[in-house]
């Protein structure tokens, strides 16, 4: 078999499908990429057995065939030469490559091509529904940071996707924040609801070009989304995912308003002092003005700093974890946020003042209980 391509579109191709190659795979033939010609087309595909992405290309081959290629030696040999046609040519005997480029010969040993696993493909049956791909990828940088590393909690080591019919809703938490991300300019006639794992939708989120739409399919087992000449396949997280709406106080009388800017850069300050532990800072919040405050007692640090706002309510002291107010500020995107809170022991609501239409979003933080 012999096929020529150029080297540059092959690499661009290979670094999105190389995003699925696990850095400890459980079987040697998961370190190559499958390649597959049929019909002057190359299929390129890479999986960890969880996440596989599948891309094609057009190539000038003089058969089909297929053979499962090391995929290090490769990008790196890629990498390493300038913009050329080069030539593929496998001996399907031996399984042995040999690449020829202007400026010499390259020879790497490949692998049966029918040994690689077999990766899951949409069927007719299952759920599908198209979404602009902004609206994905907006909704996965606004809630990735808030999923679970603790793999006790399975289901929170993913985000729950509930798609209902005009609306999708994508949720994450690790039980000390939550964000709720719902797009509702959709179409469609499904309703369901799955756990998408986060290396998939960290390659969704590195690959997927704006400006498209991506088709995305799901069943029992496995989620599809197609775009251009890709498509990424993974396996859903099989858990119960938390009643959340369980965790969202409704009744929050005490309304802050404050420069989303001037809050995150103090907070940046005031952290500097705070536990290293806890990173607790503490909101004392008054009509017109919000005092920021941190304290590490074990090294007798201690910052505070004056911001003015908008209150509306009564005279409020709770404390929260930085980091996490930190996290929230950076993904939102409006000029001004505005906090509900009720208590010092109840969860604050964060929220963007100016919305974008079509879409809604909403941060749940926990407080850190305060000293006595």
Known sequence: MKFSVSSSEL??????????IGSNPVLPILEDFLFSIADNKLTISATDLDT?????????ADTDGTIAVPAKILL???KALPQQPI?????????AIEITSAYGKYRLSGENGQDFPTIPEPEAGDDT?????????????????????????????????QVDFSKITMVATDAHKLVRYTFTDLSSEVSTSFILPKKALNLIKNVLPSGDEVKMSFNKANAFFSFGNTQISCRLIDSRYPDYHAVI??????????????FA?????????????????????????????????????EATEKLSCTYDGDSLMI?????????????????????ELSTSTRAGILLPVEEVPGEDILMLVMPVMLSN
């Open 11 to 20: 690499l661009k191709q290979l670094q999105v499908a190389a995003g699925s």
């Open 52 to 60: 596989a992405i599948t891309t094609q290309m057009d190539v000038m």
């Open 76 to 78: 790196d040999t890629l």
């Open 87 to 95: 030539t593929f040519s496998i001996d399907e005997n031996t399984f």
């Open 129 to 161: 529904i198209t979404i602009p791909s902004n609206a994905l990828i907006q909704g996965v940088n606004k809630t990735l940071f808030a999923t679970s590393n603790d793999e006790l909690r399975l289901a929170m080591m993913g985000v729950y996707f």
């Open 249 to 262: 106080p409704v009744d929050n009388p005490n309304l802050l308003t404050i420069a989303r800017a001037d």
């Open 265 to 301: 850069s103090s907070l940046k300050r005031i952290a500097i002092y705070a536990n290293k532990t806890t990173n607790q800072v503490i909101l004392n919040v008054s009509p017109g003005t919000l005092i920021v405050s941190a304290q590490d007692l074990d090294f007798s640090n």
């Open 319 to 339: 404390g929260f974890n930085a980091k996490f107010l930190l996290e929230m500020l950076n993904v939102l995107e409006s000029d001004e946020v505005r906090m």
